[in-house]
């Protein structure tokens, strides 16, 4: 039997996911790491896999090639290597560089966890400047906080409730949008320095 033969033969699916660190629960069902899955749409089998949303399909092979970049061969003998059905060698540098990158799913939750943070503290900024540096009397100064909540703390408001309660296709084109020019990097600069500055009038009192 060839390697392709073996390995299928041999492992399971459902254990390979797991060893992989796709989390399958009881019922079969784990976040799909082909897409930015929220629900576990995943249905892993002893035998295959199939994504009820993305539709990703196939056996233990598809699912290791399709996970990390590999080809149906390099994946084949990934599996026989570390399921210890094979006495070939360990795969080489080049392959393991691969096999430690993160998959594209998996880099989309975090880039979307690290939003989702950043612009909650936005939020909470902005919700805060809205009160505490509003005019008093219509002859007061206006505060440029208060006019920064003004201008931008629906538009962030927006974005936090895409986040929360869009389908996938709007929650990346949230991430994406803060993701482009650095807008997420700027946004963390910015909110970094308002940390500082608190801290200051903090330690005033
Ligand atoms: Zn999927």
């Known amino acids: 039997m060839n390697v392709f033969g073996t390995v299928k033969t041999s ?28 629900n576990p749409s995943l249905f ?22 399709k996970l990390y970049g590999l080809t149906l061969y ?12 094979t006495q070939d060698k360990p795969p080489d540098k080049a392959m393991q560089e691969k096999l430690n990158r993160k998959s594209e799913a998996q880099r989309l939750r975090e880039n979307e966890k690290l939003c989702f943070s950043t612009l909650m503290e936005y939020m909470k900024l ?12 219509p002859e007061d100064d206006v505060d440029s906080r ?22 996938s ?9 803060l993701m482009t020019d650095g807008k997420l990097q700027k946004l963390q600069d910015y909110l970094k320095k308002h940390r500082k500055e608190r801290s200051y009038e903090q330690e005033e009192r």
């Open 11 to 38: 492992i399971n699916t459902r254990e390979a996911a797991a060893r992989y660190g796709v989390e399958v629960n009881r019922h079969g069902k784990a976040l799909c790491p082909f897409h930015n899955d929220r």
């Open 44 to 65: 892993v089998d002893n035998d295959h896999y199939h994504c009820f949303a993305c539709g990703e399909h196939g056996d233990v092979i598809d699912f290791t090639a």
């Open 74 to 85: 390099d994946a084949a003998k990934k599996l026989a290597y570390d399921f210890g059905i």
């Open 126 to 137: 902005l919700q805060t400047w809205m009160v505490v540096c509003a005019p008093r009397t």
């Open 146 to 167: 208060f006019t920064e909540a003004c201008h931008w703390l629906s538009y962030v408001e927006y974005l936090v409730d895409t986040l929360i309660g869009g389908d």
């Open 169 to 177: 296709y709007e929650r990346n084109e949230v991430i994406e949008m």
